[in-house]
């Protein structure tokens, strides 16, 4: 389950994205920015993105709204969203996962627990990726072993398939 990871931080404050993405960057993670929901809705649409880091407090659309678009789209739905902010308060924090968040860190960050958090939610989701993959797999030779025993039917039950073992 290696490979290259693919981090999307989302704030309207330059310096926090700067310290995030060198964080994030010296732990081997490829790092997207953008300043804002409008953009990174953007960002999401061109690339193939693994976790999202969502600030809620943004001018326009705030990281709430912003979540919300993310999880209303399809092929977007499924990517964790870590909601990173200075509202610590309990209701927003209920909000973010009642929006979709996974995990909600407050502001000012710790880096200790920004890695933790990062890497735990980067494995989930490569294990969800990976039990899908194998969901699917299963399925198509389920269906396809179904098809051959259907087929197995068709000819013991015709008259052409040792007409003796009919009744």
């Known amino acids: 389950m290696s490979g290259t990871i693919n981090?999307?931080?989302?704030?309207?404050?330059?310096?926090?994205?700067k310290v995030v993405s060198?964080?994030?960057?010296?732990?081997?993670?490829?790092?997207?920015?953008?300043?804002?929901?409008?953009?990174?809705l953007k960002v999401l649409k061109e690339n193939k993105i693994d976790l999202i880091l969502l600030d809620i407090m943004m001018p326009e659309m705030d990281g709430f709204e912003v979540c919300q678009k993310i999880k209303e789209i399809e092929d977007l739905k499924d990517i964790p969203i870590i909601f990173l902010t200075a509202k610590a308060d309990t209701d927003d924090i209920v909000k973010g996962f009642h929006v979709g968040g996974v995990d909600y860190i407050t502001k000012p960050i710790r880096k200790e627990e920004l890695y933790a958090r990062v890497n735990n939610h980067v494995q989930l989701k490569q294990f969800r990726d990976l039990l899908k993959k194998y969901a699917e797999e299963y399925k198509d030779s389920r269906d396809s072993m179904m098809s051959i025993l259907l087929e197995f039917g068709k000819i013991i039950e015709s008259d052409t398939y040792h007409p003796q073992w009919k009744k």
């Open 7 to 17: 981090i999307l931080v989302v704030d309207d404050n330059p310096e926090n994205l």
């Open 22 to 40: 060198n964080f994030l960057k010296n732990m081997g993670y490829n790092i997207a920015l953008a300043l804002d929901g409008s953009n990174a």
